[in-house]
C-alpha cells in the first residue's frame, strides 16, 4: 500500500508496529511518524520479561523515528529522559469545542430535585475504573444533597442497578448514543473520573472522559493522578481526590459541594475550550509541516 499510494509518511500507533514502521521507512524511504496513544511500556499487567522486552524494542525503533507524538507533558517528559530524544510533540485527546447549554435531562428522567447536586459518573462500567469505591462512599452517606448518576454499560451494571433500587441518592441511567452523550454530561453538576495508581501509565494519563466533562462546563473530582491533578489545579475547575477511600471520596464530594460551581463550571469550560481539538489539530499540523520540510 505505502508504495502504490507512494506516500511519503508512515504513521504508527501501537509499539507493535513500530519495528514496521521502521522497515517501511528504509524501503520506501518515507518519514516515520510514532504516534503513540499512551504509554505502553508502563501499563497495567506489563511486567518482567514482557516489559523489559518491550522497553528494549522501543528504545532502538524510536531514534529512527521523524516525528513522535504523544498525549501528555508527563508523558513527554519522560520519554524525553528515558530515551535521551527530542521532546515528543503533545497532542492530547481533547473534543472539539462546542456551545454547550446547560441540560435537565437526568432530573426529568429519574426524579431529582432541583436542589439535589448530580455527580456523574460516565463510561463503561467495569472494574478498575473506582465504580464500586463509589457506590460504597454514597451508600453511607448521611444526607441526599448531592446524588450520584451512573450513565453506561458494563460488568457492573446489575450492581449499579441494584444499589440504585436500595439506595435514594444513587441512580443508573443507561448509555445513550454519541451524538447524544454530551446533552447528558451537561445534565449533571458533577462530573468524577476516578482512576487507581497501579502502573505509570495511569499515573500520566489524561482521558477523553476527562477533556469531555469539561467540555460541558462540569466541575471534576478527580484521583490524584499527576497530569490529572496539575490540570484541574492549575485551572481551578474541581477536587482531587487525596487517597483512594470511601472517607477520601467523601471528603471531596463534601469539599466541592461547599464551592461555587458556577464559577468552577466557568474556569472548566474555558479549560476545555483552551485545549480542544481545534487547537490540538494545530499543533499536530505544524509538527508535520516542520517534519516533511526537513
Known amino acids: 500500500m505505502v508504495r502504490n499510494e507512494q506516500a511519503h509518511v508512515v504513521n504508527v500507533h501501537t509499539l507493535a508496529l513500530l519495528p514496521l ?21 508502563e501499563t497495567n499487567g506489563l511486567h518482567g520479561s514482557r516489559q523489559r522486552i518491550s522497553k528494549h524494542i522501543e528504545s532502538v525503533f524510536i531514534h529512527a523515528c521523524d516525528l513522535v507524538i504523544v498525549v ?39 426524579s431529582i430535585l432541583p436542589e439535589q447536586i448530580i455527580l456523574l459518573y460516565q463510561g463503561g462500567l467495569s472494574r478498575g475504573r473506582g465504580i464500586n469505591l463509589i457506590l460504597d462512599a454514597f451508600k453511607v452517606r448521611q444526607n441526599d444533597k448531592v446524588v450520584a448518576v451512573f450513565m453506561g454499560y458494563g460488568e457492573l451494571t446489575t ?36 482512576i487507581q495508581n497501579t502502573c505509570l501509565n495511569h499515573y500520566f494519563c489524561m482521558p477523553n472522559k476527562f477533556f469531555e466533562y469539561a467540555m460541558a462546563g462540569l466541575p471534576v473530582i478527580v484521583s490524584d493522578m499527576k497530569e490529572m491533578a496539575e490540570a484541574v489545579q492549575f485551572a481551578d475547575f ?57
Do not use: C
Open 21 to 41: 514502521g521502521w522497515l517501511l521507512k528504509k524501503l520506501f524511504r518515507v518519514k516515520l511518524v510514532y504516534d503513540t496513544h499512551e504509554l505502553e511500556t
Open 72 to 110: 501528555g507533558d508527563n508523558i513527554a517528559d519522560w520519554y524525553t529522559n528515558t530515551y535521551k530524544i527530542e521532546r515528543p510533540l503533545v497532542v492530547k485527546n481533547s473534543p472539539r469545542s462546542r456551545i454547550q447549554s446547560k441540560k435537565d435531562l437526568f432530573r426529568r428522567h429519574l
Open 159 to 194: 450492581e449499579v442497578e441494584q444499589a440504585a433500587k436500595d439506595h435514594h441518592n444513587i441512580f443508573y441511567f443507561p448509555a445513550v448514543s454519541p451524538s447524544n452523550v454530551l446533552d447528558y454530561t451537561a445534565s449533571a453538576d458533577v462530573g468524577i473520573h476516578l
Open 238 to 294: 474541581g477536587v482531587v481526590v487525596i487517597g483512594y477511600s470511601v472517607e477520601a471520596i467523601n471528603a471531596a464530594v463534601d469539599r466541592l459541594a461547599e464551592l461555587d460551581l458556577s464559577q468552577l463550571s466557568n474556569n472548566a469550560y474555558q479549560f476545555a475550550h483552551v485545549h480542544a481539538w481545534e487547537q490540538q489539530e494545530k499543533v499536530m499540523l505544524e509538527g508535520y509541516q516542520r517534519m516533511l520540510a526537513q
